[in-house]
């Protein structure tokens, strides 16, 4: 394209410097779009970090580590793409990053981490803040053991740094690495394939001698302490589970990976094995790119528990799940192993015990089978014999220390626990597993609680999402301005449910919908949040008035009114855990050096490099530099002749287009300026469809009725424009035949839209940045909140900070990213002159109404209002 | 978007794992770009010695001397070779190693090798552009 511009222009000598422009422009925006990236990545992280500064989510040193040393990279790569854009002119960013570097390495090393070096660690080794190393399900159990001082079966925990020795003494990160980049994100085949690949590398792999001799003698170890060892023709069985680490594996992934019961000690390795190699099963590689969580940050240890035996076993709850108002013990057990308690496969006897110890009920079932592990290994369905079958299968001894443990585990958990225990032939009652109860679960196997005496009932049944209580006062929620007041601790009431609302989840203590969906965006992320939620309730906003305190009872699908005392006991506690920690501490302070942002006015003479005082500020001031030298060079494209088209378009705008291929047809071109019918880039096109949009020109010369403070606004926008606002009305759109960069200014607005669109929905995006603007800062903050909530209205996703907002589409079919361009097109010419309207809060919602009505005569609009 | 230039792109691909190498280097060469490829750290510099490149691309983990000092040292016999580092498990402070030690940029895998072919296709442009600069210098 540009090869044959020069040669139509002949009149021009070339030089070997504009030969390059083309790739200089390209390079420019390859730099620049690293840049963004680099920008969004490094929010991400700064988000992240306050997340876990709440201090209610767990985290290890190895989360601090790996988080700090993304937001150096990020920072690091922002400023080399800043320096390449601008010609090696802000080097000096470097050193600044360099010296923050150095801040945050000083604290890290300062607790020096104590990478462990054992393969292997036995329970009474293990606590709860060991879960770098054991993984989560280990940690607890070494808790239970070490800290709370309850029986668990012997065992041992397969370590993480075992796991990296094995992959790494093996090659096996990079050979799987490898593997991996042959799958193609389109094709689940390929996912499929490379899983079955993976997998086989691994379980094929040797077991380093060190791990393998490890592990062996801890089972001998563990053989010897059992009665097993001692007696002949006796062999002793472990089951092996999973135990991950890593971003959400526990909470979202629980499950998927492999454990297997009744292992014999030959296939203790084989199994080892197995359970790692559960790490890349297809679904699990494919939840990974979903969530884009790298294979850096999972790690898995494995528990190797003795295997008990056990004559009767099954669930217990430390408060009745039936009825939570009922604070009492529930014991279900069956002959034989756990898993028939818990599947249904068997009723389970049911023991009711108060929490003094007596036991008030007992319902006996007849247990007619029961599960046991095979002398070979795995497990088998016997009959129970004849004369067990209607026996109590826990004696009055049993249920009594049963009980004593679930109180204890309450006690040093804080909150009501679902637990798995089993009773061994020698009369032990061990456990296997203590959790939080999740009383939405057996709320879905059992009636709701009966409804409490004494309170007005607002809403007898709504459906609900997810389970749990919330008090608060109530707060109306009808528009995003609400949102954006919501108080903190409130109950949010609105008419439908909204993915919306996610903006205050972390805010509202429970949620109430007149309508909703329990499949919906919203549920899902009220699931996520924990957030008590109940939808369809018809009559929400009706009967419960703005600020009354009510109580919602997510788990019956109620709300009453005032504080319900009954109810209490299952409020988020608002403790706070992680907060008393070291490594908490030292999330703080690095944080100091990452996250606060001092850089607030690129206006002030103190926006420079020396004045960076945190990764934060280094990547505000980038992004804000780096929009500067874009503009630069979209200015210097266009002093060039022949080097930008003018697009001549019968609509107020200096555009100026840059090929860098395909995006232009060659019919008909004039020497430097081409039409919109030229154009055959497909965001491009669609762009300048909205731009065009006939309803803006015929809005142009209407006459309009002024009321009063209308004309003061006529008279600004006809004055003329100031120095800096007639320098730069001139926006560039750099094309290919799917791509688009549309950048313009105007006066003080800087806005830049970035797309690709192709039959590829996957790589279909949308990105839009608006900045700044003459007006004051309040009306500049009200126009981007205006912007945003017609963005979101469209299904963008959206940013707001100050005078800017960075908003997203992507990943939808061709039609809809034309569609949605078009929008922006139309959005564009409205918000040139949304600033002077931004006289109240009020004129957000009106613009953004009209906006989305397709009304977008914004003088009527005034002279409406 | 068009290619780069018309210009072929020579292009040096360090890997030490022999399937993966020849299996990337033939997807590439079907690309249209001047491949070649070296197995390990220490044959990579002694291609070097002989014939000049304009991108790389260098495995970060491998046996002998390591990606990062083979990007060292490569910069240190022509500065004008743009290195891009690959790597699938390695921690990210080896990224900053790298950026630091003058990398165009650092692949995490998995990536598709279109991913690849537009990083190549910049850093190729990066070169010329620098190149310019320290033409215009002299």
Same mark, same amino acid.
């Given at each position: ?132 190393? !054991? ?40 050979? !799987? ?110 939840y990974r790119l979903n969530k884009g969580i790298r ?130 032939? +020698? ?41 749990g209580i919330g008090f608060g006062p109530a707060f ?27 903006? !205050? ?144 378009? +019968? ?16 019919? +008909? ?54 120095a800096a606002e007639r320098f730069g009305d001139r ?68 940013? !707001? ?65 | ?138």
């Amino acid at each position: 394209m540009f090869k044959k511009l020069f040669k139509r222009d002949k009149s021009q000598k070339k030089s070997p410097s504009e030969n390059s422009l083309p790739d200089l422009f390209r390079f420019k925006y390859s730099c620049f779009k690293m840049l963004l990236d680099s920008n969004s990545e490094f929010l991400n992280v700064i988000t992240d970090l306050e997340e876990k500064l709440c201090g209610e989510q767990v985290f290890g040193m190895s989360y601090v580590r790996t988080r700090s040393a993304k937001a150096v990279f990020h920072a690091l790569r922002m400023i080399k793409n800043l320096d390449d854009i601008s010609g090696h002119r802000y080097s000096r960013l470097f050193e600044v990053l360099e010296n923050i570097d150095l801040k945050i390495k000083e604290i890290l090393n300062r607790k020096k981490e104590v990478s462990i070096s054992e393969l292997i660690l036995p329970y009474s080794e293990i606590n709860a803040e060991m879960i770098d190393w !054991v993984g989560g399900k280990n940690a607890n159990l070494g808790e239970i053991e070490s800290r709370i001082g309850l029986p668990i079966p012997e065992g041992f925990a397969i370590t993480t740094k075992a796991f990296e020795s094995f992959l790494f003494s093996t090659d096996l990160f990079d050979k !799987v690495s490898k593997k991996k980049m042959e799958i193609d994100p389109d094709d689940p085949d390929t996912v499929k394939k490379i899983s079955d690949d993976i997998r086989e590398l691994i379980i094929s792999a040797d077991v380093p001698p060190a791990i393998e001799e490890a592990i062996m003698l801890a089972y001998a170890k563990l053989a010897d302490k059992t009665a097993y060892g001692k007696s002949p023709g006796t062999f002793m069985r472990v089951s092996m589970r999973s135990s991950a680490i890593g971003e959400d594996s526990e909470l979202s992934f629980a499950g998927q990976y492999l454990s297997k019961l009744n292992v014999p000690q030959e296939q203790l390795i084989t199994t080892y094995k197995e359970i790692l190699a559960s790490l890349y099963t297809p679904s699990a590689i494919a939840y990974r790119l979903n969530k884009g969580i790298r294979d850096e940050d999972i790690a898995m240890s494995v528990a190797c528990i003795q295997m008990v035996e056990s004559v009767a076993s099954g669930v217990m709850y430390s408060r009745n799940p039936l009825n939570i108002l009922e604070d009492n013990i529930i014991i279900t057990a069956v002959w034989g192993l756990g898993p028939y308690a818990v599947d249904g496969v068997i009723t389970p006897d049911v023991y009711t015990v108060g929490k003094d110890g007596r036991t008030l009920s007992s319902e006996i079932s007849r247990k007619t089978v029961q599960l046991i592990s095979k002398p070979e290994g795995g497990l088998t369905e016997i009959p129970v014999a004849d004369d067990l079958v209607e026996k109590p299968s826990l004696s009055a001894e049993n249920i009594a220390v049963l009980a004593g443990y679930a109180r204890k585990l309450e006690e040093h958990y804080g909150c009501p626990q679902d637990i798995e225990w089993a009773l061994d032939r +020698n009369g032990t009652l061990f456990i296997l597993q203590s959790r939080p109860l999740r009383a939405e679960d057996a709320g879905k196997r059992y009636p709701a609680s009966p409804v409490l005496p004494g309170y007005p009932l607002l809403i007898e049944k709504g459906v609900t999402v997810s389970g749990g209580i919330g008090f608060g006062p109530a707060f109306h929620v009808s528009s995003e301005d609400d949102l954006l007041k919501f108080p903190d601790g409130a109950v949010l009431v609105a008419r439908h449910s909204s993915p919306k609302i996610a903006m !205050v989840m972390k805010k509202t203590r429970a949620i109430i919908t007149d309508k909703g969906n329990i499949a919906g965006h919203m549920a899902t992320l009220a699931r996520e949040f924990a957030i008590p939620t109940i939808v369809s309730t018809d009559v929400a906003t009706s009967v419960i008035p703005a600020g009354m305190e009510v109580t919602v009872d997510a788990y019956s699908g109620r709300v009453y009114q005032g504080k319900v005392h009954e109810l209490e006991v299952f409020q988020k506690t608002g403790g706070f855990p992680m907060k008393e920690t070291p490594v908490y501490r030292i999330l703080r302070e690095i944080s100091d050096w990452i996250v606060p942002l001092y850089l607030l006015d690129p206006a002030s003479p103190d926006f420079a490099p020396s004045s960076c005082r945190t990764l934060h500020d280094i990547s505000r001031l980038v992004h804000e530099f780096s929009y500067t030298e874009m503009f630069k060079l979209s200015d210097f494209i266009s002093d060039k002749k022949g080097m930008a088209f003018k697009l001549k378009v +019968n609509i107020p705008l200096d555009l100026y287009v840059i090929d860098l291929g395909s995006g232009v047809t060659e019919k +008909n071109i004039n020497l430097n300026s081409i039409s919109p019918d030229n154009i055959t880039s497909v965001p491009l096109k669609a762009l300048l469809n909205g731009l065009m949009n006939r309803d803006f020109q015929q809005n142009q010369c209407r006459p309009v009725e002024f009321k009063g403070f209308l004309s003061v606004m006529r008279e600004q926008m006809l004055s003329p424009p100031s120095a800096a606002e007639r320098f730069g009305d001139r926006s560039y759109a750099i094309i290919s035949d799917k791509y688009l960069n549309f950048s313009s200014r105007v006066g003080y607005h800087y806005s830049v839209i970035d797309s690709y669109c192709s039959r590829t929905v996957n790589m279909n995006y949308i990105s839009f940045s608006f900045k700044g603007g003459a007006a004051d800062d309040i009306r500049k903050n009200r126009r981007v909140r205006a912007i945003a909530r017609i963005l979101q209205s469209l299904d963008f996703t959206t940013e !707001v900070s100050g005078d800017r907002i960075n908003a997203r589409y992507q990943k939808h079919e061709l039609h809809l990213m034309e569609e949605k361009l078009d929008f922006v097109g139309r959005l564009l010419q409205f918000t040139r002159q949304m600033d002077m309207l931004m006289i109240n809060e009020a004129s957000i919602e009106i613009l953004a109404k009209n906006f989305l009505e397709g009304n977008y005569n914004l003088e009527k609009i005034i002279a409406c209002n | 978007m068009e290619k780069a230039d018309t210009q072929i792109i020579r292009l040096l691909l360090v890997d030490d794992e022999e399937d993966f190498r020849t299996t990337l280097a033939n997807r590439l060469k079907r690309r249209n770009l001047d491949v070649t490829d070296a197995g390990s750290g220490e044959e990579a510099i002694e291609i070097i010695g002989k014939k000049s490149f304009d991108v790389a691309i260098i495995d970060i983990k491998m046996p002998g001397i390591d990606g990062i000092e083979t990007l060292k040292r490569v910069k240190k016999i022509d500065p004008h070779i743009e290195v891009i580092l690959l790597t699938g498990h390695a921690s990210i402070e080896a990224g900053i190693e790298g950026i630091k030690s003058g990398a165009y940029d650092y692949v995490i895998k998995p990536c598709t090798v279109n991913d690849l072919m537009v990083k190549v296709e910049d850093a190729f442009r990066r070169g010329m552009i620098e190149k310019g600069h320290a033409q215009g210098k002299e």
